[in-house]
């Protein structure tokens, strides 16, 4: 009976940390097997839908770490996770709700204001634009946009400076999404700042 009990138990733990979406807390900066682990959900795409946070640490003791969050193709379990891992991390939760914990990343929860935890912005995440439009909606573009209106204004309209700052951003990939889509509006802008400063 005890038996039957116990894999009821495993059962119904199973299934509810059954998920598409999974969490993991890493430190590449000393650890090259985080850092492996981070390149390769980077460099595949087709397997991962991602978004990661670069945490500075905010108090004494603290290391700088890496938030990452995943979306599968399909729903997996922790277990088979950390075997696909290899034994690479020691640790994975299932996310159950992604926009919560999309919030959690960048400390815009009620816990992290409380806590007087750093606020990350939108623009410090970095992953496939897809999942972040899913995760944080079109202010992920529009901000882009506006961080690069202020880069064109700090230029003073010179646009080949203003790409050569997108393309060196940590983020330059969402930025030149944002730059493709509203391109006709920011070389318009550039030129407009341009000749007032002439």
């Given at each position: 009976?005890?038996?039957?009990?116990?894999?009821?138990?495993?059962?119904?733990?199973?299934?509810?940390?059954?998920?598409?979406?999974?969490?993991?807390?890493?430190?590449?900066?000393?650890?090259?097997?985080?850092?492996?682990?981070?390149?390769?959900?980077?460099?595949?795409?087709?397997?991962?839908?991602?978004?990661?946070?670069?945490?500075?640490?905010?108090?004494?003791?603290?290391?700088?770490?890496?938030?990452?969050?995943?979306?599968?193709?399909?729903?997996?379990?922790?277990?088979?996770?950390?075997?696909?891992?290899?034994?690479?991390?020691?640790?994975?939760?299932?996310?159950?709700?992604y926009l919560a914990y999309?919030?959690?990343?960048?400390?815009?929860?009620?816990?992290?204001?409380?806590?007087?935890?750093?606020?990350?912005?939108?623009?410090?995440?970095?992953?496939?634009?897809?999942?972040?439009?899913?995760?944080?909606?079109?202010?992920?573009?529009?901000?882009?946009?506006?961080?690069?209106?202020?880069?064109?204004?700090?230029?003073?309209?010179?646009?080949?400076?203003?790409?050569?700052?997108?393309?060196?951003?940590?983020?330059?990939?969402?930025?030149?999404?944002?730059?493709?889509?509203?391109?006709?509006?920011?070389?318009?802008?550039?030129?407009?700042?341009?000749?007032?400063?002439?």
């Open positions: 009976m005890n038996t039957e009990k116990k894999e009821l138990q495993e059962t119904e733990v199973t299934h509810v940390t059954r998920s598409q979406y999974f969490a993991m807390v890493l430190y590449p900066d000393e650890n090259e097997i985080h850092k492996g682990v981070i390149n390769y959900i980077v460099e595949r795409p087709e397997l991962f839908e991602y978004v990661l946070v670069i945490h500075e640490p905010e108090e004494e003791g603290k290391k700088k770490h890496v938030h990452l969050m995943y979306k599968l193709p399909a729903c997996s379990y922790p277990k088979s996770q950390l075997k696909f891992w290899a034994g690479l991390i020691d640790y994975i939760e299932p996310v159950r709700d999309a919030r959690y990343m960048i400390h815009d929860s009620p816990s992290a204001i409380i806590e007087g935890k750093k606020h990350y912005s939108i623009a410090d995440v970095q992953g496939t634009d897809k999942f972040k439009q899913k995760l944080f909606g079109k202010s992920v573009l529009l901000h882009n946009l506006g961080n690069i209106l202020d880069l064109v204004e700090t230029t003073s309209g010179n646009i080949s400076l203003v790409l050569r700052d997108v393309l060196s951003s940590c983020n330059s990939d969402s930025l030149l999404s944002a730059l493709t889509q509203y391109q006709y509006l920011i070389v318009n802008a550039s030129n407009q700042i341009f000749n007032l400063n002439k």
